[in-house]
């Protein structure tokens, strides 16, 4: 999934606000079905301080837990669902012919994903919300992240599933292919301006066919570095490379080994660390999967590929590059100049622009050398239906007024919701990332959503430890697990999907 990304300029974002009517209530703090926590590609939001450092390439959060589980496909005490003796309407005018499509929804309910058995004030400004606005009285479904994983396909089954489910685009293909998420198009009024982002949506497609609707905020991946220490060890900075046009793989690779500090033949500070390398076959154009005509493919062997495979086992032979550091607290301890990640995950969820004493820089990502122009690597979390939901209606109604709260905090002078935005991304690094993502083009890959690549058959790191671990070429790391990825792909999408 390829599509061009722009961040919303202020001035037309406050235009669009000023067209959204009767919203209530700001994001307080974290959330579970909000989006102030630490995220993982599959697993979702975890709770901050997530250990990483048996990575093995494993996103950080995989092994997240809850406070309290209820029964599968139940609600939770009562204290936490709204009650609908409170007045219907509150004020609010149903004035878009979106919100007109979910008129029909007073006096029914609708039941959503929640990790925590305690709704924080953002949930229950939500939830009331969707009471006085729609009638609909909300009832949260307590499930882990790891629980909801391993339940979901069994929920569905069995019609428990909750209405409304957080997930990522790297599972979509898995969820999609094996009838779990259910296409939501008659439910929108696609040209409705609070499902797009600086014009282009941010809808979770499939096929033309529409499954998802992502979060309305930035989540795209930066290179975050340490700005003093670059400065200390005087070498070019990867903002420099990109101010000056000149910021692509070859000086990526320059400024990890440049930035990597050892002291005799031990490591004090690895130039770069990712929990995910699939950012840099996305910074080249190429993503491991593709769909052509309906069938599905396995890529990995073409140029684009090849050429940011080989810069994964570089940087690794090098000794700039580890899969076995926990590179969120790394950086703040030196132990990695540069982290690659999203900024809520990178920044937001450890308040790092206050908590380190060091200055933090941002750039994108490298240009590849396949490409003409900047490709912007993402990975989408976003919120999708399951088949047989109860009342699909209210899911998309809820999505709808999340993101229009998103939105308001956006463009918000508020000096709490400001103080917000500058916890996840400084000014100064807001005006690179507005600069950037004019001209980049925003990619998703499916490769992470295969089935047996993360649980099961666990393949994602023997595939990727045949470069980061072994040091082996591309060529030969392809051929050796070419096979293994066909399987994954097989099983993901069924046999006769795939050619």
Known sequence: MKKLFQI????????????????????ENTSETGSSELQSAEEGKAPEGTDESEIELTAPGSETSVESLGGAGSATASQNTVSTSNPVGG??????????KFASLRGTTMTYMQQTSV???????????????YGVTMKPVVMSWAEMRTKIA????????????????VVMMRYVSTNIAQAIDSYLVKDDGVWSRGGHSDFMTVNSKTYGVGEYRDQTYYV?????????????????????????????????????????????TYGVVTWNPTVFLMA?????????????????????????????RDIAADGSFSNAI????????????????????????????????????????????????????????????????????????????????????????????VAKKNRV????????????????????????????????????????????????QPAQAVDSMKSMVLDCLKKTVGGTNVK
């Open 224 to 268: 975050y570095y340490n700005q003093t220490l670059f400065d200390e060890l005087r070498i070019k900075t990867p903002y420099d490379y990109y101010a000056e046009g000149n910021w692509n793989f070859e000086n990526f690779r320059k400024a990890a080994r440049e930035a990597t500090v050892k002291k005799g033949n031990v490591v004090e």
């Open 284 to 312: 080249n154009g190429a993503s491991g999967i593709v769909n052509s005509g309906g069938k599905w493919s396995v890529s990995l062997g073409d140029t684009a590929s090849m050429n940011a495979l080989q810069l994964v």
């Open 91 to 100: 004020g609010y005018t149903l004035t878009t012919e979106q919100e007109k």
């Open 8 to 27: 919303l300029a202020l001035l037309c974002a406050v235009a669009l606000i000023l067209g959204l009517t009767g919203c209530s209530g700001k994001k």
């Open 154 to 169: 069994s929920l569905v089954a069995s019609k428990t599933a909750p209405d409304f489910v957080s997930f990522s685009d």
């Open 425 to 472: 991304m400084s000014e100064e690094h807001r005006k690179i990332r507005d600069g950037y993502m004019t001209k980049a083009t925003q990619i998703t890959t499916d490769l992470d959503g295969l089935s047996d690549w993360w649980d099961g058959a666990s393949n994602r790191p023997k595939f990727w430890n045949k470069l980061i671990v072994d040091h082996s």
């Open 119 to 133: 709704l924080s004030d953002y949930d229950k400004k939500m939830n009331q919300l969707m009471l006085d606005k």
């Open 326 to 417: 926990d590179g969120y607290t790394g950086f703040l301890k030196r132990q990695n100049a540069m982290l690659i990640e999203r900024p809520q995950n990178a920044i937001g969820a450890y308040d790092y622009y206050n908590v380190m004493k060091d200055k933090i820089g941002m750039a994108p990502m490298p240009k590849g050398p396949d490409v003409s122009g900047y490709y912007a690597p993402s990975t989408i979390d976003g919120y999708f239906v399951p088949l047989g939901s109860v009342n699909p209606l209210a899911a998309v109604a809820f999505m709808y007024e999340k993101r229009r709260v998103e939105i308001e905090e956006e463009v918000s002078t508020d000096p709490e919701m």
